[in-house]
């Protein structure tokens, strides 16, 4: 259930920060309530995450998976350039959530 929980506030916070995007500085009131509303709900899903899940494993997932997620869609949707230097920078990221987690819960 922890990791159900950890999707889901990843999710949420992806949707916030793409929300924020829109937001134009916090200008525009529907990007903004979104942008809001997406970090309260992921803040509190990863509050209850870290119940079942350690905090340096769901820190490391959350941040990881929620860092390569972004740069793809700025890459995908929003137009930003994508070069070999953001692909090793998304691949070391994952790759560093990988190390984390086989240390494994001690």
């Known amino acids: 259930m922890g990791y159900l929980l950890l999707a889901g506030a990843i999710a949420a916070e ?4 793409t929300a924020m995007k ?3 500085g916090f200008s525009r009131l529907w990007p903004s309530l979104i942008t809001f509303a997406g ?13 079942t899940v350690s905090v ?3 820190y490391a997932i959350w ?3 929620g860092t390569a997620a972004i740069a793809a869609i700025g890459m995908v949707f929003l137009g930003e350039g ?6 090793a920078g ?7 959530v990988v190390v984390l987690n086989m240390g494994g819960a001690h």
Do not use: D, M, P, R
């Open 90 to 96: 998304i691949a070391l990221i994952i790759g560093g």
């Open 56 to 58: 340096g494993t769901a």
């Open 82 to 87: 994508l070069n070999a230097a953001k692909l």
């Open 63 to 65: 941040a990881g998976v």
């Open 22 to 24: 829109f937001s134009e």
């Open 39 to 51: 970090y309260v709900i992921a803040f509190a899903l990863l509050a209850q995450t870290l119940k």
């Open 14 to 17: 992806v949707a916030a920060t």
